[in-house]
RNA sequence: GGGCCUGUAGCUCAAUUGGUUAGAGCAGAGCGCUCAUAACGCUUUGGUUGGGGGUUCAAGUCCCUCCGGGCCUACCA
């Protein structure tokens, strides 16, 4: 049994999350989680809200909520919506959360123990409407170089230059419009990250299993131009985790936050915390996960994230792990996704297109969305959903391979033997070859879970379903009976236990349904099928089963018109 | 501007890293079955692998070039 550390990126708490969102981190993690699980492995599965930031405070002012208070709100919001889409996560924290303050402020204490923080003065824009200072991309003005009237400080959108703040002609705060703005002189710290590139790059290096992806991302980074940059890690900000060094007083950085980038990270580590926490349980119990001094040297950990998250994972965070001089456990394995895309275009949060994780709960149960999205996950490009290929994947595989093969074999069984598992007749050379088939593509399925090869994984789960309905075709049961109802019950008994057998394996893309199955198999014996014809002989002769509704209802075309229709613009 | 990824059947995607005739699912066509959610099974049509050029005994795969899509570029997170 191995000891598997899972960690999804972590939601950003301005909102709630697009589909997209779920399905480039949480989902795919949840999957891997849940497998590992089932497989007998020792899993901790850990997410959390990523709460600071400027876009938190402003999102709390159009909300007309104190910043904290919001946050509270839109963790539980977004807790709700996880547990809606069936997350397991172990723990669900927050950014925000004392032991991720205690955690930052250690960070950082070590960090400068260490040479690797430098104090740096710097200039910045301070709005005096605002009553901050701004962040370069909420300054907008008029790009010197092709006149768009709506550049941003860092980068105009329109002809791509790279700008600062001070190049703008008339120059206003983005949030306000006020045009009040000042250069102020601020103190911030710096984490050396550049004597830390070499050994960065010798780990990089290490890590030959990855994803083009994740190592291209952070390669470029490494060696382009003049090489790993020290970054800023702190902000002037009221919502944040404030600049202590340790336990201690940080001389002349009172008033200031860590930046959200520096925080975010360590909070996967401070979630565990917060996990045992909640049950009163000792520091040990986290540290056997995250320390290699206390137990943690036997962990397989793995992170799953967008590629626009790529360069803080690989880079910063390490960074900070590293130049702590303590034995962390870091990364073993990077999973990356691409963007899912919305009907030939982004989703966009800020203009409301596409689907929302609430509205998805709102028109159709998880295991529909999670069946999909997964089946489709965007890992070799960016990958798109149209509402015409999601009722079109989810009726013909959901509905009518799976459910229908539920459908067939209870319904008929119960029409002929009654609703308990028949007695006589013996298998044959239908059954082993179904047998041969189910082995065959059944260990190609490990095979890709292991490897969270998520689409190959569906793909192959899905012709076991079909593998299903091919042996039903084949043994025809029905016209078996009429000459040897023995032989037919034979049959029956085999698929009564197939529905079983998939309720299990299928479990980790459709929690739900496989929950349902069993339950109509009225049977908790949910143990992984290692020995396939041990497997499809569990529910024995007499045993009762129901008859479940219907798993999966289809969506019809009048529903895909509709909710085509309601989610193309702004969002209601 | 620079870097990276990507373009394969009407649609969504594969192709053991240069090796037989480029494969699946869906959609389409035909046949079968009648237990089942008008479900299932079998067979089948469909491709100058974005265009052009090159290397090689051999190119979807490597090189050059052009066209299209996307991401990143360090103060959004």
Known sequence: MARILITS????????????????????????????????????????????????????????????????????????????????????????????????????????????????????????????FLPDRYIEGTCPNCGYEHARGDQCENCTKQLDPTDLINPRSAISGSTDLEVRETKHLYLKQRSLRGQLSDWIDSKTDWPVLTTSIAKKWLNDGDGLQDRGITRDLDWGVPVMKGTAPWPGMEGKVFYVWFDAPIEYIACAKEWTDAD???????????????????????????????????????????????????????????????????????????????QALEILPADYWRWWLLSHAPENSDSEFTWENFQASVNK??????????????????????????????????????????????????????????????????????????????????????????RAAAIVRLALNLIRLYAVISRPFIPDASAAMLAAMKTEDDGWPDDLAAALGVLEVGHSFDVPDVLFAKISDEERDTWAERFSGVRD
């Open 280 to 358: 009163g349980r000792p520091d040990a119990e986290w540290e056997r996960w995250w320390r290699t001094d206390k137990g943690a040297d036997d962990v397989r950990y793995v992170q799953f994230m967008g590629k626009d998250n790529v360069p803080f994972h690989t880079l910063s965070f390490p960074a900070t792990l590293i130049g702590s001089g303590e034995p962390w456990k870091m990364v073993d394995y990077i999973k990356s996704f691409n963007y899912l895309n919305y009907d030939g275009g982004q989703f966009s949060t800020s203009q409301g297109r596409g689907v929302f994780m609430d």
């Open 9 to 132: 990126a972590i939601p950003y708490i301005n909102g709630i999350k697009h589909l997209g969102n779920l399905v480039g981190s949480q989902l795919p993690a949840d999957l891997y989680a849940r497998y590992m699980r089932q497989r007998g492995h020792e899993v901790l599965f850990l997410c959390a809200t990523d709460e600071h930031g400027t876009p938190a405070e402003l999102a709390a002012a159009k909300a007309g909520k104190p910043v904290a208070e919001y946050c509270a709100e839109m963790w539980a919001t977004q807790k709700a919506l996880s547990d809606g889409f069936r997350l397991s996560f172990d723990k669900f924290g927050r950014s925000s959360s004392v032991q991720n303050r205690a955690l930052t402020q250690h960070f950082a204490g070590k960090l400068d123990d260490n040479g690797l923080i430098e104090e740096v003065t710097e200039s910045q824009v301070y709005s005096h409407a605002d009553g901050r």
């Open 397 to 486: 595989d959901l509905a009518d391979v799976l459910g229908n093969f539920v459908s067939r074999v209870t319904k008929f069984c119960r029409s002929k033997f009654g609703t308990d598992v028949p007695d006589g007749g013996a298998w044959g050379d239908d059954e082993a070859a179904l047998i041969a088939r189910l082995e065959t593509g059944l260990r190609a399925y490990e095979t890709h879970m292991e490897a969270m090869e998520v689409r190959k994984a569906a793909g192959e789960l899905r012709a076991l379903w079909v593998a299903g309905n091919e042996y039903l075709q084949s043994a025809a049961p029905w016209a078996v009976f009429k000459e040897d109802p023995a």
